[in-house]
């Protein structure tokens, strides 16, 4: 089947415009700095842009930057004078993620800020920043962590995307030994009795495998349905 997921894949790009140079400029800088090709496919890509800008977010947080290609989509969602914060951990990513936001002439839009994220989002929250939509994709085994600190930085009504909670069926197993899994797992318990927010995840195939979605919304303090 995956030769099929990535030939419709293809097709969805070719009619939906999901690829333009900076876009490229962004893969092409990742390969040849020999980073893994671990970045959103691109109608993914454009979906969540498409999220971003329908609920017209001004702020964004992106937790996991890589070379910037998700970013890139994320802040040309955003209107004249939004802005994006996006966390890495590795100094050379978020170098190669810097020199390609400026290249796709966003530099003065999106903030790369180096370290592990765990550090960064406690000064965030201190700063007083508040967010409508954050995407969570760094180290998975930390995503129950990065899942409330998204939520007590996002407004009401704000959204936040969860990358890779499927994993090729990972996540079915119970007694798995994979922190990385179990860290998806933590989180879909966690978010079973939570009523801060309304979640609901969406399998996906395509030119990236088998992997998933989880898409919360942050619910305002009457409603938590
Ligand atoms: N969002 C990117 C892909 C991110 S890949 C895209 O779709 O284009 C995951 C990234 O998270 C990697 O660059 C990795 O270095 C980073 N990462 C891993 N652990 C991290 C941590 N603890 N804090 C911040 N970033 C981390
Ligand atoms: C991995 C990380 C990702 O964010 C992703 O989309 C796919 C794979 C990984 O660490 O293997
Ligand atoms: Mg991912």
Same mark, same amino acid.
Request: aromatic letters at 8%.
């Given at each position: 089947?995956?030769?099929?997921?990535?030939?419709?894949?293809?097709?969805?790009?070719?009619?939906?415009?999901?690829?333009?140079?900076?876009?490229?400029?962004?893969?092409?800088?990742?390969?040849?700095?020999?980073?893994?090709?671990?970045?959103?496919?691109?109608?993914?890509?454009?979906?969540?842009?498409?999220?971003?800008?329908?609920?017209?977010?001004?702020?964004?947080?992106?937790?996991?930057?890589?070379?910037?290609?998700?970013?890139?989509? +994320?802040?040309?969602?955003?209107?004249?004078?939004?802005?994006?914060?996006? +966390?890495?951990?590795?100094?050379?990513?978020?170098?190669?993620?810097?020199?390609?936001?400026?290249?796709?002439? +966003?530099?003065?839009?999106?903030?790369?800020?180096?370290?592990?994220?765990?550090?960064?989002?406690?000064?965030?929250?201190?700063?007083?920043?508040?967010?409508?939509?954050?995407?969570?994709?760094?180290?998975?085994?930390?995503?129950?962590?990065?899942?409330?600190?998204?939520?007590?930085?996002?407004?009401?009504?704000?959204?936040?995307?969860?990358?890779?909670?499927?994993?090729?069926?990972?996540?079915?197993?119970?007694?798995?030994?994979?922190?990385?899994?179990?860290?998806?797992?933590?989180?879909?318990?966690?978010?079973?009795?939570?009523?801060?927010?309304?979640?609901?995840?969406?399998?996906?195939?395509?030119?990236?495998?088998?992997?998933?979605?989880? +898409?919360?919304?942050?619910?305002?303090?009457?409603?938590?349905?």
């Amino acid at each position: 089947m995956s030769e099929t997921w990535s030939r419709v894949d293809g097709y969805i790009d070719a009619c939906t415009g999901s690829n333009d140079d900076a876009l490229a400029n962004a893969l092409r800088t990742a390969a040849e700095a020999g980073m893994p090709a671990i970045n959103v496919a691109p109608n993914q890509g454009k979906f969540l842009h498409l999220l971003a800008k329908g609920i017209q977010a001004n702020r964004i947080l992106e937790i996991g930057t890589l070379a910037g290609y998700s970013t890139i989509w +994320l802040a040309r969602a955003l209107p004249d004078g939004g802005s994006l914060v996006t +966390l890495e951990f590795d100094p050379m990513h978020a170098e190669v993620a810097a020199a390609n936001l400026e290249y796709a002439g +966003l530099a003065d839009v999106v903030q790369v800020r180096q370290g592990a994220a765990i550090d960064h989002l406690p000064g965030l929250a201190a700063e007083g920043l508040v967010f409508d939509f954050v995407f969570i994709d760094a180290d998975k085994r930390s995503v129950p962590e990065y899942f409330e600190w998204a939520i007590r930085l996002t407004r009401p009504g704000g959204m936040i995307i969860v990358d890779n909670v499927v994993r090729g069926g990972a996540i079915l197993d119970e007694s798995t030994e994979d922190p990385d899994v179990q860290g998806i797992r933590r989180f879909f318990d966690a978010v079973s009795n939570d009523k801060r927010v309304s979640v609901t995840a969406i399998q996906t195939v395509g030119g990236k495998s088998y992997d998933g979605f989880a +898409l919360a919304l942050v619910n305002s303090v009457e409603s938590s349905e």
